[in-house]
Nanobody, 123 residues
């Protein structure tokens, strides 16, 4: 499955952004989807994941209550709504996919990755 993330940009502290990740090549509804991010000088970290049906979601503690992951299987797209953004949310955000199973947070369990989209939160 091929993934294309978009929607990043520059936003002030407290602002919002919505990232999108468009999928192609396979049956999108067969895949659980994850969002990860990598800040400069840091390792890539898990942000959120959503099950193939959209019925289950998980979040990292650092974004819980501020970010919301959703998907539209008819549009082959997964979204990450980011609210109350903080400077520490600044990173390159990547979407990833794995064949439907239990939701996981470890990046090595996602075989498919899209290129990242930069999110910069100014203080």
């Amino acid at each position: 499955v091929q993934l294309q993330a978009s929607g990043g940009g520059l936003v002030q502290t407290g602002g919002s952004l919505r990232l999108s990740c468009a999928a192609s090549g396979r049956t999108f509804s067969n895949y659980d989807m994850g969002w990860f991010r990598q800040a400069p000088g840091k390792e890539r970290e898990f942000v959120a994941a959503i099950s193939w049906s959209g019925g289950n979601t998980i979040y990292s503690d650092s974004v819980k209550g501020r970010f919301h992951v959703s998907r539209d299987n008819a549009k082959n797209t997964v979204y990450l709504q980011m609210n109350s953004l903080k400077p520490e949310d600044t990173a390159v955000y990547h979407c990833a996919a794995r064949y439907r199973d239990r939701l996981v947070t470890r990046e090595y369990e996602y075989p498919y990755w899209g290129q990242g989209t930069q999110v910069t939160v100014s203080s």
